[in-house]
């Protein structure tokens, strides 16, 4: 089945740093990608719809100039979180929306720590 | 290799009640997740399980059995709206949550 594949699966860094978190659509192309955050055991968040070849559109309250998104291809869309802090630490999910198909699939998931 | 497993479709009448299985093979265990995700929507949390035994949350009941790898959420007094994808997944010892397919179900009325 399709897959979607994110890296790195867990990271950690230091307060003021920068982390670039990838999401992969492997074998279909995806026009459109999201980004999510969680906190244990509460909901996934939409963070922001991530389209190719154009800017992403953020959910209120998501700081765009905090969390990075580059969609520069059809299989590829980045999160960046800049000058990240101890409360940005949380697990960060994509998926990717097959643009044939319209069906949704979800990568693995990224654990971000901010120390 | 870790894998979650569940039927992918279900077909359930207006005001019946339907129980939707999970089992899993991961690499540890930190908890494990239902999701209900209507078409075209992200999805919504339902429940976490990550003691034996069961939850209970209105309408929607989460069953876990760590020991043979097996989930259930039960849906009771089913509605049009529980129409939708019910997804598994499984937090493994990395964190990292590991995926179903999800369970296309269908209620009728």
């Known amino acids: 089945g399709a897959v979607v594949s994110q890296h790195p699966s867990r990271v950690i860094c230091k307060s003021g740093t920068s982390v670039k978190i990838e999401c992969r659509s492997l074998?279909?192309?995806?026009?459109?990608m999201f980004w999510y955050r969680q906190f244990p055991k509460q909901s996934l968040m939409l963070m922001a719809t991530?389209?190719?070849?154009?800017?992403?559109?953020?959910e209120q309250g998501v700081e765009k100039d905090k969390f990075l998104i580059n969609h520069a291809s059809l299989t590829l869309s980045t999160l960046t979180v800049t000058s990240a802090h101890p409360e940005d630490s949380s697990f960060y999910i994509c998926?990717?929306?097959?643009?044939?198909?319209?069906?949704?699939?979800f990568g693995e998931g990224s654990r971000l720590t901010v120390l | 290799g870790q894998n979650i497993d569940q039927p992918t479709e279900m077909t359930a009448t207006e005001g019946a009640i339907v129980q939707i299985n999970c089992t899993y093979q991961?690499?540890?265990?930190?908890?494990l997740f239902w999701y209900q995700q209507h078409a075209g929507e992200a999805p919504t949390f339902l429940s976490y399980?990550?003691l034996d035994g069961l939850e209970e949350k209105g309408r929607f009941s989460s069953f876990l059995s760590r020991s043979k790898g097996y989930s259930y959420l039960l849906l009771k007094e089913l509605q049009m709206k529980d129409s939708a994808s019910y997804l598994c997944a499984v937090m493994d010892s990395n964190y990292q949550l590991i995926w179903g397919a999800g369970t296309k179900l269908i209620i009728k009325p």
């Open positions: 399980n990550v």
């Open positions: 998926s990717a929306r097959d643009s044939d198909a319209g069906e949704l699939f």
């Open positions: 991961t690499s540890g265990f930190n908890g």
């Open positions: 991530s389209n190719e070849g154009s800017k992403a559109t953020y």
């Open positions: 074998d279909f192309q995806a026009t459109t």
